[in-house]
């Protein structure tokens, strides 16, 4: 079956420093890739997506690449800010509409 | 965008009851709606998918006589929590797809869902 997995949390960095979270998947077939995050006592919004290889996601500075021969979509900020203190998390979806699969979710601190 | 409203926001109930969640689509239909659960700094867990004017189809292992999921509009799903027990206390988060097509989900806030 398809699954996620993200680097465990908490992840814990000072204002201006470079973010990079782990995800890989598995899966079969070719799956649409997403990141969402979740600010404290929100909803989860859609951050970015990918929906074949080589695509890159990018929004808010995030960017994440579809990498389908790592089976990787790793999401990278260059200077993150107190306000990307958030959930994030890793999922993938198999079609339009389809249910989503997610991984367990990386939080992240950022401090000032 | 799309939003999807959730009510309660949250809701502390006594064992035995029942407590009904709703999830509505403010700005537009949903024909297929998800509900997730969310354990403490865990990730969300596909519970079911709630089809307009048809049967929910439950994930397994989740309990149908427990969860009873009722989608009787084009934006109104709900999920009604039977014989609440503390186990049960919970994140409860529903998503709507975007019906144009693509593959982007819009999600409620959440429920909060605390039994004593």
């Known amino acids: 079956g398809n699954s996620v997995t993200q680097m465990e949390g908490p992840v814990t960095l000072s204002e201006e420093a470079f973010l990079t979270i782990n995800c890989t998947y598995t899966?079969?077939?070719?799956?649409?890739l997403f990141w969402y995050v979740q600010y404290p006592g929100e909803g989860l919004q859609l951050l970015l997506k990918?929906?074949?290889?080589?695509d890159k996601g990018s929004n808010k500075g995030f960017e994440a690449t579809y990498r389908k021969e790592t089976t990787s979509f790793h999401l990278e900020k260059g200077s993150v800010q107190v306000s990307d203190s958030a959930v994030y998390f890793c999922?993938?979806?198999?079609?339009?509409?389809?249910?989503?699969?997610f991984g367990g979710g990386t939080r992240v601190l950022v401090k000032p | 965008g799309a939003v999807v409203s959730q009510h309660p926001s949250w809701v502390i109930c006594k064992s035995g009851t029942s407590v009904k969640i709703e999830c509505r689509s403010l700005d537009f239909q949903a024909t297929t709606m998800f509900w997730y659960r969310q354990f403490p700094k865990q990730s969300l867990m596909l519970m079911a998918t709630s089809n307009e004017g048809s049967k929910a189809t439950y994930e397994q292992g989740v309990e149908k006589d427990k969860f009873l999921i009722n989608h009787a509009s084009l934006t109104l799903s709900t999920l009604t929590v039977t014989s609440a027990h503390p186990e049960d206390s919970s994140f409860y988060i529903c998503s709507a797809p975007d019906l144009a097509g693509t593959d982007t989900q819009y999600f409620g806030p959440g429920t909060r869902l605390t039994v004593l």
């Open positions: 990918a929906t074949k290889a080589d």
């Open positions: 899966a079969t077939g070719y799956p649409s």
């Open positions: 999922a993938l979806g198999k079609a339009a509409g389809n249910k989503l699969t």
